[in-house]
């Protein structure tokens, strides 16, 4: 193909895209789950050029950017609170999940090693960081079981790659110790978490006593993740948490140092970025099927469907089995402590959890990567049905699983009742703002009142506003006024600044959660930028 014919189906792809983006939301899908029917579809149509997602392309393109925006938008406060979970489906799931389906596959197909069994364990093993937060995004879910799963998924992308990484090793090599692999594991995690935080302190310390703006910030945040993935996949050390562990470092201190305009046009150029990225990976994974198909040799598709439908079943119900009884130790250990004395097993919340397991990118990655050849030469065996069954898992994973998801919500009647608390919070929030704000206006132009219109206006616009919040009663919209002086305009600009200096206070002492205090600092950043742009 020539430069302006790749090119040209880029341009398609990206248009397709676009339009395919406004269809899901025209039908309250989840962007994913329709690229990869689309690309599903594609593929079978006659003369349709065959594309091929080249694993390295996947690994040193696509997925940077997209776990470091996963990161980004992740809470870091919620990952802390939640750890031990995530922690047990991150890293405790992903091992025992690869074990059992290398036990299974073992077992079930004819002539195939458990070491082979390990790898394809390996490869199935870890839900998708986008797919999930996708999929559950426009769903009436509670905010600590969508901080569990993006955390899980933050994470196990990286275990399951080291279990894969050496269980490949033992295959070509056709050696392998469990206590070496073991040791090992943690030390190219522990090691990638720590590439990870020095060159993200770097980057901080960039940003923060350089003298940069908004471009100049939204370019290093651009070439961050490729950075800090490069680095540590050169020393030997995981990539993925090395990625990460920069993304939520860098993330949970933006507030320190960018201004609002870095903000705003960082937190612009990454959504389109990440739109763009996500659809050229899921359109690509449906494209996949047409190729994996005719590369069965040794077994037929009646086979191959029957190994995926069983491989695909046990690794939902160990999910679910897994989920369930760490979530019900877990209230039993509280109830002997006497701290849910009054609380009940919520297992609607720990089904969803545990239904919301899709497969995604790096599990088809992962398969690609397999070599064609042995190191004697021979071929690497099985690999065309590691990619059907990998690829099955994806397709019923990620369209069964994720379409079913509004249904069962419905079904099973899981209201999130939280949201009121919510509200709440908000409210009390925005009260607190406002009551700065007044504070600081009756502190230094009290005595101007009678003689400041702009302080006059503003005091009075604020006592509104503070009474229409606590009442709840809406927003306040202030006087209308034809006195917008000099004055009033620097006036409005300085209680950004009050509002500011009170949000970090608030930051600071951890009653809010991070996604009401981000949502605050948004809408400071916007009014901000409307201000300046007055002339």
């Known amino acids: 193909m020539t430069l302006e014919t790749y090119l040209l189906t880029i341009l398609c792809m990206l248009f397709v895209i676009s339009m395919l983006a406004m269809v899901s939301e025209k039908l309250k899908v989840s962007y994913p789950i329709l690229f990869v029917i689309c690309g599903l579809l594609i593929s079978f149509i006659p003369n349709v050029h065959e594309v091929l997602l080249n694993p390295n392309v996947v690994f040193l393109i696509f997925l940077p950017p997209l776990l470091f925006f996963s990161a980004w938008t992740t809470s ?3 990952f802390v609170a939640y750890r031990k979970q995530i922690s047990l ?4 799931l ?3 999940t690869s074990t059992a389906i290398a036990l299974l596959a073992h077992i079930l197909i004819p002539a195939f090693p458990l070491a082979l069994g390990f790898v394809l364990g390996a490869i199935i093993s870890p839900p998708d960081a986008i797919a999930a937060s996708s999929v559950l995004q426009n769903l009436s879910v509670s905010p600590r079981v969508t901080s569990i799963l993006e955390g899980e998924s933050l994470v196990n992308d990286a275990s399951s790659l080291i279990i894969f990484r050496f269980a490949l090793a033992a295959i070509l090599t056709g050696q392998f110790s469990f206590w070496q692999a073991t040791g090992d594991f943690f030390v190219v995690a522990g090691m990638g978490i720590v590439t990870g935080l020095v060159l993200s302190v770097i980057l901080y310390a960039i940003h923060k006593y350089l003298p940069t703006n908004s471009d100049i910030d939204t370019a290093i945040t651009l070439i961050a993740p490729y950075i800090i993935y490069l680095t540590a996949e050169h020393f030997g050390f995981s990539g993925v948490m090395a990625v990460v562990t920069g993304g939520l470092f860098l993330s949970s201190r933006s507030h320190k140092v960018f201004s609002f305009q870095s903000r705003l046009q960082v937190n612009a150029v990454w959504r389109t970025l990440n739109f763009l990225l996500n659809g050229f990976v899921f359109i690509l994974i449906g494209l996949q099927l047409y190729r994996i198909v005719h590369g069965l040799k040794i077994f037929t598709f009646r086979q191959a469907s029957f190994y995926t439908l069983i491989v695909c079943g046990v690794t939902i119900l160990i999910r679910l089995l897994w989920i369930y009884a760490f979530a019900y130790m877990s209230y039993v250990a509280r109830r002997k402590r006497g701290t849910a004395t009054k609380e009940k097993f919520n297992g609607k919340a720990t089904f969803l959890i545990g239904w ?3 497969r995604g990118i790096v599990s088809l990655a992962s398969a690609l990567s397999l070599p064609l050849l042995l190191p004697d030469g021979s071929v690497f065996p099985h690999r065309n049905l590691i990619l059907f069954i990998t690829f099955g898992v994806i397709l019923f994973t990620l369209v069964l699983q994720g379409l079913s998801l509004p ?8 209201n999130y009742v939280g949201r009121n608390d919510i509200r709440d919070q908000k409210t009390a929030l925005q009260s607190r703002l406002e009551n700065e704000c007044l504070n600081y206006l009756l502190n230094n132009y009290a005595g101007e009142e009678n003689h400041s219109s702009a302080a006059a206006l503003l005091i009075a616009r604020f006592r509104q506003s503070v009474t229409i919040v606590e009442n709840s009663q809406g927003d306040a919209t202030g006087k209308k ?7 009033y305009h620097q006036l409005l600009v300085q209680l950004v600044t009050v509002r500011r200096q009170e949000l970090q206070k608030i930051r600071n002492e951890k009653i809010y959660t991070d996604e009401i205090i981000n949502s605050k600092e948004s809408e400071l950043d916007h009014e901000e930028a409307r201000l300046l742009s007055v002339d």
Request: net charge neutral; glycine share 8%.
């Open 356 to 358: 919301s397991g899709m």
């Open 481 to 487: 006024t034809d006195l917008f002086s000099e004055e």
């Open 407 to 414: 249904l069962l919500i419905r079904v099973l009647k899981i």
């Open 76 to 78: 870091w406060k919620s």
């Open 89 to 92: 489906l991150a890293i405790g």
């Open 94 to 96: 992903v091992v025992f």
